[in-house]
């Protein structure tokens, strides 16, 4: 084999490495799909594994990680603070893997540079590590919206500065290449840094599980909530009308100028809406009723179109919060429309195990968003007290996923779409 074959042979082999890290950090962020983004994530991975880490030596170390972070704050999405603290904890992992190999392992190892066999060394060093941290994160990561809240990431952050400063302390003022009795405790500084580090990113899947838990609880109590308040509406209805012979004995005791009044009030009264049966689900049905009538009241133009023959298999709660808190969204996103222009548009089917729903709904257009982005970060709510608002599509995302389906979010041509579809046993 000549030279220039060499060349392109270590070339070819040297990628393996940089595509399984550049795997292992779209495990844990959104990588942009510009291709010039994606190849200045490339340079700078490429830069970052075989980037030579002597002790004593800080001028590599903090060119790789400064240029790694430029190039991945470029090529990824996500908030500062996420791609700081994703950016250093891995690249801060792949250079402590490089000074062990550099400064300590590589004087143990038989050959010279440019001998061939120093050359696969140096090159398996880099690729185990690569393939194992992929692993290992591919493995145990969590779902793909892997997210934290501003202040665990702030926590992470703070956790990198221990193991980063013995690093670069070792890098810094260490004496230069430093072999001998000193290579025991360069050794041992250096694999406390690299165990640090892997025990944060396990710590940042740990608390990113917690938090989805956490999220989960809230929502299941919030959709419990709205679904006794519906069944206590309901209760109170059927109450209502236990006792209409009661309310007749009344109008028949009553003045006459006072009955019509008297009956007005009892035919304004919710309890005594005709509950229009919509589908073969009571729960369904129950919902429709009520949000048909919200949607009466707040002028909004409202058709349906439900395909529904039986009862559905779904825990009463999560039917109830699934359709409930998409048509209050769909009516709160056409609520700056002026009256005769707000439209909400319900279709849903279910057959063969799949319940299919979609919700359309008119919307003041002002920007247009990319989709893919735009159902990564759920749209905030418009009230004003976001703090006890915006769980509704939160809510219909995590009641989809329970149910083994998935949601789709669009904007179209002044219409907000929401698309979701569940599975169910149809033998139930």
């Known amino acids: 084999m000549n030279e220039f074959s060499q060349v392109i042979l270590l070339l070819t082999l040297g990628m393996i490495p940089v595509v399984i890290f550049c795997r292992s950090l779209s495990c844990l962020i959104e990588i942009r799909r510009e291709w010039r983004r994606r190849f200045l994530l490339v340079t700078g991975s490429y830069v970052l594994i075989y980037m030579v880490i002597f002790t ?3 001028v590599n170390f903090t060119s790789a990680m400064l ?3 430029v190039c991945m704050w470029a090529a990824c999405s996500g908030t500062r603070l996420k791609r700081l603290t994703v950016g250093l904890m891995l690249a801060s992992t792949v250079l402590a893997l490089n000074g062990l190999f550099d400064s300590c392992i590589s004087s143990c190892l038989p050959g010279d540079w440019g001998k061939g066999w120093y050359e696969m060394q140096y090159f398996v060093f880099r690729f185990v590590p690569s393939l194992f941290l992929y692993l290992c994160i591919r493995h145990y990561r969590p779902e793909r919206d892997f997210e934290l809240s501003p202040s665990l990431w702030r926590l992470l952050l703070l956790l990198c500065i221990p ?4 690093v670069f302390s070792l890098v810094m003022f260490a004496p230069y290449n430093m072999a001998g009795e000193g290579i025991g405790l360069f050794t041992a500084l250096f694999l406390v840094a690299v165990f640090a580090f892997v025990g944060i990113i396990w710590a940042a899947f740990v608390l990113n599980r917690q938090q989805k838990l956490e999220q989960e609880n809230v929502l299941a109590a919030y959709n419990r909530k709205y679904y006794e308040s519906m069944e206590l509406q309901q209760f109170e209805i059927r109450r209502l009308k236990h006792d209409l012979a009661n309310h007749l004995q009344m109008i028949q005791s009553l003045p006459a100028e006072e009955k ?3 009956i007005q009030e009892m035919i304004e009264n919710p309890a005594f809406d005709k509950v229009i049966v919509y589908s073969g689900d009571v729960t369904v049905n129950a919902v429709l009723t009520a949000k048909e009538r919200m949607m ?3 002028g909004i133009s409202f058709h349906v179109k ?6 559905l298999p779904y825990e009463k709660p999560d039917l109830c919060a699934l359709f409930a808190n998409a048509l209050d969204n769909a009516a709160e996103g056409c609520a700056a429309l002026d009256t005769g222009k707000r439209q909400v548009e319900l279709t849903a089917r279910a057959a063969k195990g799949i319940l299919a729903l979609e919700i359309r709904n008119s919307f003041a257009e002002k920007q247009k968003t990319d989709d893919a982005q735009f159902l990564q970060r759920l749209p905030k709510t418009t009230k004003t007290d976001s703090k006890h608002h915006g769980f509704g599509l ?5 009641i ?3 149910y083994g389906g998935t949601m789709e979010l669009k904007q179209e041509k002044g219409w907000f779409c929401l698309f979701c579809y569940l599975f169910y046993n149809s033998s139930t």
């Open 296 to 298: 009466r009241q707040q």
């Open 56 to 58: 004593g030596d800080p």
């Open 306 to 311: 439900v395909d529904i023959p039986d009862e």
């Open 67 to 69: 240029l790694f972070l």
């Open 163 to 166: 193991p980063l400063g013995i």
């Open 400 to 402: 989809v996923k329970k």
């Open 394 to 398: 939160r809510s219909i995302q995590t």
């Open 260 to 262: 019509d009044s008297y």
